[in-house]
């Protein structure tokens, strides 16, 4: 089963009738950087339109997307960490012929989901999604309209995860849930009467929306029912958030705010607290292209060291603007690296300082040093946004297990930063290597620590309510 999703969700209805597919197609290529698999739209009475690949590409399907104008529909970006990357996997996913569904998130306990499935549909369940469509479809056919539904299906499921989700009637919803793991934030577009949901604001100022509110935690939201307005309905009480701090150093838009926070801002207050953290700050600061790029402002305006391209992708190959981290294979991984090319003239005969969003399994990390050696570099020194990852996450970032991550494969239990900076700087072949720690994010970031979720870092799963996490891993991988 594919059971951990990091994606990209987009949702629209308009209350004036207007055609909401160009906003959600505009949306899905703002939320591109969130999933490059596969994409999907929904329109209400068409069938679910999904092609593998980039959204940016959908203009080569004009001519049968032209067919899906509609006053809702909802879309998705895929970025697969487990199962098959294949279209029968892409979503959204028709359920019976009730609704369709799109999710972003984890739910760690899909397979005991997917276990009553199969005797009452008679369908075998692939991904989460599938399963929690399914048993939402058990709870309507119960009796139940959507919110009722949902509010069964939230004590059943557990994990981390935002749905987008279409009804036969033409209605649209969103769901965030009750920790707030991933963000969901809600926009208005005035000309045309339309609500939408998207999984971050960057994709509301691509298509002209107005940015409203963050989802909350525990809230389900309809898009312009029966009444043409906006309904909100609370599925779960208010708890202690844990916003993701991945989303804040990597995975969201520099260009989005989550929870009230610029994440450009954010990025560039950890470079100048990396700055005071490390002890040599070189000759000149360079960014490992894209997401370091305002840490690394950050880091040269805090130490006063210059800040040069030295690496750059060449956007004019096919994997030039791919995301290396969220390609599911590791060759695939490592062919992207390899169009990240070093300028000479920036690095050649000076200390390099190496500004990079995080450090998980050492690909990108290895193949850029040597590479500016090649180049020429006097010395190499790196630092990492985020801290030292060494946990799995079940809440759908592609962290599968401890094996995989490099600062648990040379430090193990070790529980000094600096001593696992100082052994992974020796993995790499660096200098001298940095990580930022949980105190120095969360002060970047400008949220408190505790509100924030940092399983991957700490190993501490207890928000999520899933002890031992690594028994249910094995489950999911038998």
């Not at 940016?56 to 104008?69: D, G």
């Not at 970031?445 to 928000?463: E, H, M, Q, R, T």
């Not at 999520?464 to 094995?474: A, D, H, M």
Request: a neutral charge; one cysteine or more.
């Amino acid at each position: 089963m594919d059971a951990k999703e990091k994606c990209g969700v987009f949702a629209a209805h308009s209350a004036s009738g207007r055609d909401v597919l160009p906003k959600i197609l505009g949306g899905l290529e703002a939320l591109q950087h969130r999933g490059q698999e596969s994409w999907g739209v929904a329109a209400h009475g068409k069938p679910v339109f999904r092609k593998m690949g980039l959204v940016v590409n959908w203009s080569v399907h004009s001519r049968r997307l032209s067919s899906y104008k509609s006053p809702s529909g909802i879309g998705h970006v895929r970025y697969s960490t487990k199962g098959r990357s294949i279209l029968g996997n892409a979503q959204p996913m028709e359920i019976g012929s009730e609704f369709c569904i799109a999710h972003n998130g984890n739910l760690v306990n899909a397979e005991q989901l997917a276990t009553p499935v199969v005797g009452e549909f008679g369908q075998t369940c692939e991904t989460d999604t599938q399963a929690a469509g399914y048993r939402l479809l058990h709870h309507l056919n119960e009796g139940n309209d959507m919110f009722q539904a949902f509010q069964k299906l939230s004590g059943e499921i557990v994990g981390a995860y935002c749905f987008a989700i279409l009804d036969r009637r033409g209605e649209v919803f969103a769901v965030r849930d009750p920790r707030g793991y991933r963000p969901l934030s809600l926009g208005w577009h005035e000309p045309s009467e339309t609500y939408i949901a998207a999984s971050e604001s960057c994709a509301l100022e691509a298509v002209d929306a107005k940015f409203v509110r963050d989802i909350e935690p525990g809230e389900m939201v309809r898009l312009g029912g029966p009444n043409r307005t906006l309904e909100s309905f609370r599925f779960a009480p208010k708890m202690e958030p844990a916003h993701c701090s991945f989303e804040y150093t990597y995975f969201a838009h520099p260009s989005s705010r989550i929870s009230g926070v610029s994440v450009y801002e954010a990025r560039k207050n950890v470079g100048r607290i990396l700055s005071r953290k490390m002890k040599t700050k070189g000759d000149v600061v360079i960014p490992v292209p894209d997401s370091a790029r305002p840490a690394a402002l950050g880091f040269a305006l805090e130490s006063g060291t210059p800040i040069d391209e030295g690496l750059m992708k060449d956007r004019y190959r096919r994997k030039g603007s791919i995301r290396s981290f969220i390609e599911p294979a590791q060759s695939r991984r490592e062919e992207v690296v390899k169009k990240i090319i070093p300028i000479r003239e920036a690095v050649a005969g000076k200390d390099v300082v190496v500004l990079d969003d995080s450090l998980v399994r050492g690909t990108s990390s290895r193949q850029i040093v040597k590479s500016l050696k090649k180049a020429g570099a006097k010395s190499i020194r790196m630092a990492v946004t985020f801290p030292p990852i060494r946990h799995p996450c079940f809440m759908g970032i592609d962290f599968p297990s401890s094996e995989e991550l490099l600062a648990h494969q040379v430090a193990k239990e070790e529980a000094d930063f600096a001593k696992i900076a100082q052994k992974v700087g020796e993995a790499i072949g660096v200098e001298e290597f940095t990580y930022n720690d949980v105190e120095g994010l969360s002060e970047a970031i400008g949220l408190p620590k505790d509100s924030l979720c940092f399983a991957c870092v700490n190993g501490d799963y207890s928000k999520l309510g899933v002890s031992p996490p690594l028994k249910i891993e094995r489950e999911l991988e038998a």
